[in-house]
């Protein structure tokens, strides 16, 4: 099955304490993305990569990092956690350009304490 | 820059109502658009979207959406609510070329019998 996958689904955590997050597609695709939700708010791109060693930042990049050193997998990595990090996380991907679907992952809870 | 807004961050209907959601963008080059969909404590899923071709999109389980260039509008519509649309959905853009997604901020749909 065509699939996004995010691990784990849900966790908490204490301030400082360093987490990373992973993503792994099954599909081929060129493009990844990470993306906070928050309430009223929407989603917000945190990090982009067009494919593999590629990495840019999106609108809201502070306090995170992430990684392509394989085009199925983009860990998000928080190494100093904080409470305004406390966030639904989602995983995205799509084949290449503006006009391809995004496929989401099923999301991340996390909460930092 | 882009940016969409989403009239209504609440909106309740009666099951067999028409659904109107409210999408409205601001973008400085042909956008595409999209309307997606979230169910409780799920990912997100493509429901339609606009690449500039027919201007009146129909996407699944019953959904359509009208791109009106003049209006900068993507109204998202369902001739008849069905108890199982109750969920949250949301409007994004992207540039052309560009994967970027830019959201709105949701509009949670209640369906009450």
């Known amino acids: 099955e065509a699939q996004v996958t995010q691990n784990p689904r849900y966790l908490i955590t204490v301030t400082g304490k360093k987490l990373t997050v992973t993503c792994s597609q099954n599909m081929n695709h060129e493009y990844m993305s990470w993306y906070r939700q928050d309430p009223g708010l929407g989603l917000r791109q945190i990090y982009y990569s067009m494919n593999v060693e590629v990495t840019d930042k999106g609108d809201v990049p502070e306090g995170y990092k992430v990684s392509r050193k394989e085009k199925r997998n983009f860990p998000l990595i928080l190494e100093s956690p904080s409470p305004n990090q406390t966030s639904l996380y989602f995983c995205?991907?799509?084949?290449?350009?503006?006009?391809?679907?995004?496929?989401f992952g099923p999301g991340t809870r996390l909460t930092v304490t | 820059a882009q940016s969409v807004t989403q009239l209504g961050s609440h909106v309740s209907v009666s099951e067999g109502a028409l659904v109107l959601l409210r999408c409205n963008y601001s973008s400085s080059v042909p956008p595409y658009l999209f309307w997606y969909v979230q169910y409780p404590n799920q990912g997100l899923q493509l429901l339609l979207k606009?690449?500039?071709?027919?201007?009146l999109v129909k996407g699944i389980n019953g959904f359509e959406a009208e791109f009106k260039k003049s209006e900068t509008s993507f109204h998202l519509t369902k001739p008849s609510a069905h108890m199982s649309d109750a969920a949250e959905y949301f409007c994004?853009?992207?540039?052309?070329?560009?994967?970027?997604?830019?959201f709105g901020a949701g509009t949670r749909l209640a369906v009450h019998p």
């Open positions: 606009y690449t500039s071709a027919a201007t």
């Open positions: 995205a991907s799509s084949p290449r350009t503006g006009g391809d679907e995004q496929y």
């Open positions: 994004a853009v992207s540039k052309g070329g560009y994967n970027k997604l830019i």
